[in-house]
């Protein structure tokens, strides 16, 4: 029995050998390793405290079903966190995605210092988070920020930003579009690079302007850029946590706090791990149903060229 | 023969010698503090002969560990989940009840705190004393105590008396409005009152708990219980105590938005008064304003004949259960906190002793700040020890920063503080 186990066995892996399936799987081993370590466990684990009254430092689990689910249902902190995400969400993707589409059209022609101001876009990119938030913080200063003495340089009312619990959030917007711009400039430079140009030699020859040509050729062959980049900064803008942190801590009242930065709270300063668990999962079905309706919608805008 | 036996006996020793050079080597216990200015008495781990003379007697090295404030209580609570953690915390009492919520802190021995109960002065018992005598660490001197401070040039050339502070509600305003400066345009530069009103809510409740327990509100109808109970936040009380701030803002335009951080525009001369802890002005005063001259008093009351409160806080020594040196850490703290050393280390530092046989000692029997410090105490009042302090103190915060930011009435704010911080108490009693 053993034997014909050991033979088939033998098989399988001289078959995976002879198709070198077998060296693939050696390769990428150590990252499904570590992926499965650091990702994927720890995802099945939030799903299973979810479930669970959760005590870690007494070691104490206690099944209570879908009390947690239940609870968020009428937390109303969580509830404002929510809806401080989805504005957060809806206002910056799209913004930041026009805005870089912009960027990019500008940049696709030529002139003088082009690379060094393309540079100076992409820079905050690279810029951690917390170290420009923290600059930003001062920035936006009452008394001593530089946007206020602008205002009054200009006879406008000074503001106070994020001390403000309606400004806050357009405060920290503000500050994440200005973070993501370079990025999304870069992808749909690449994107506009990629396409034809006698598409536009053929528009232009049959009498299209800038401006036709713009929206009749470069927005809809920039649309599996547009779908990546609404996916990518879509997740991205719900897991917001660096800069609220850093910026306002979730406050004034509230104003500015998202999920994320609430189930930190739940699980690190209340200690209810279940709970928090529980929201991130509720974050993570946002998530997912979000770019699955992107991914499904923009399928009608596929293009090849 | 003989030389592989000499050449055994040499590998032998060789691999014995790291242990026997660790057999004599001083044994490290740590300790986690908050870095920066959080609180005074912080500073003072930095010092490295602190425990020197400890750590001579006992073979011990004492390593103190800065930890960011902001994210410390958070750091020791996941340190404790998985069982590598400080053998001392020096905590900030407003986390003690999440510690306690989840069992994680040793408490002081009951003959000890009987002791220290009974030689301390009151103010210091007050801040020890968690029910029946059980302490779950010793405060450390020069405890925080929210005062008044005044700026007497600027209450010089508004007219004022610069020795007499405002002692109720209707002269604070007063004094306020006065005390306000205006450029060209109308824009405030100075404020009469710097209030606290973003950053973290606890810090809110802080530098506002004088109004509220002095308006004769409360954040919870019993302070001493660890479980269960009833916010007080929705009272007559509440509402005037916010209603106070929002009159300054609003009507008499004698505070403002838009200086956030009380203490450093009091130092930097833009607010000529605010309500802190004193502590932390007489630490940075002398380095950040040098020609500052400042008063201290109890903050005002509604009206005359009504008695002061305000908040009374500390930093404790404390021992977590998760230790891997509990003996040395209990040794360390009794030794740092006795009689001795509570005289020795205020004398260096010019904080304020604990035991009550200090105070009537030189230098603290004749220095001003000491003996002002005496007049606040006994109007001192700490911070509930209810397990669900956390989201009482979340609620109140988001209520007072809602009102002045003019987000909602004052009531509206106030009925929904209440019922987050009722179900806080409800939620952390289960």
Known sequence: ?????????????????????????????????????????????????SFYKVELLRGRFTFIGLENFTALLTDEIFRKATVNTLTFVVTIVPISAFLGLILAVLFNAKFHLKEFFKAVYFAPMVTSTVAAAVVWWWMYNPQFGIFNVLLKLVGLPEQPWLMSSRMALPSIIIFSIWKTLGYNMIIYLAGLQAIPQQFYEAATIDGAGAVKR?????????????????????????????????????????????????????????????????????????????TVVQYVYSKRFEVTY | MRGAKALAIALALLLLSPALALAGAAKTITLWYPAGDITAGAAHFADKTLFADFEAKNNVKVEAVALDYD?????????????????????????????LKEEMLEPVADAKAKAWLAAVSPEIKELSDYGKGRMWGYPQYGIDVYGLTWNKEQFKEAGLDPEKPPKTWAEFREYAKKLTKRDAQGNITRVGYAIRHVGHPHGVVHKHFWAIYGAGAALIDNPNTLRGGKAMINTPGGKAALQLVLDMLDVDKSTSLNFPDPRAAFLKGIASMQISETVSIRGRQPKEAPELKWGMALPPVPKAGDKPVTLLGAWLYSVPKQAKNKALAWKAIDWINSQEKDFDLCKKYGA???????WDKEPFKSDPYDQGLKQLYP?????????????????????????????????????????????????AAK
């Open chain 2, 379 to 427: 109007s001192g009042k700490k911070l509930p020890i209810n397990l669900g302090l956390n989201g009482i103190m979340d609620a109140m915060g988001g209520a007072i920063q809602k009102v002045w930011h003019h987000e909602a009435s004052i009531d509206a704010a106030l009925a929904e503080a209440d019922r987050l911080a009722n179900k806080a108490i409800a939620d």
């Open chain 1, 214 to 290: 713009f929206w009749r050729i470069s927005v809809p062959l920039l649309a599996p850029t547009t779908t990546f980049l609404l996916i990518y900064n879509g997740i991205l803008a719900f897991q917001v946590f660096d800069q609220v942190f850093v910026l306002t801590g979730g406050g004034p009242a509230n104003s500015t706090n998202v999920v994320v930065l609430d189930l930190y709270r739940q699980a690190f300063e209340r200690y209810n791990f279940g709970y928090a668990s529980a929201e991130a999962m509720v974050l993570f079905v946002f998530i997912l149903g979000v």
């Open chain 2, 352 to 358: 304020s002793p604990r035991y009550a046989a200090n």
């Open chain 1, 1 to 49: 029995m053993a034997s014909h186990r050991n033979r088939s066995v033998r098989q399988i892996l001289a078959r995976l050998h002879a198709r070198r399936v077998l060296h693939a799987y050696l390769f990428i081993a150590p990252v499904i390793v570590l992926f499965g370590i650091f990702r994927v466990a720890p995802a099945i684990q939030t799903l299973l405290y």
């Open chain 2, 71 to 99: 994210t410390m209580q958070q750091k020791i609570f996941a340190a404790a989940a998985g069982k590598n953690i400080a053998d001392i915390l020096f905590i900030d009492t407003s986390w003690l009840p999440g510690f």
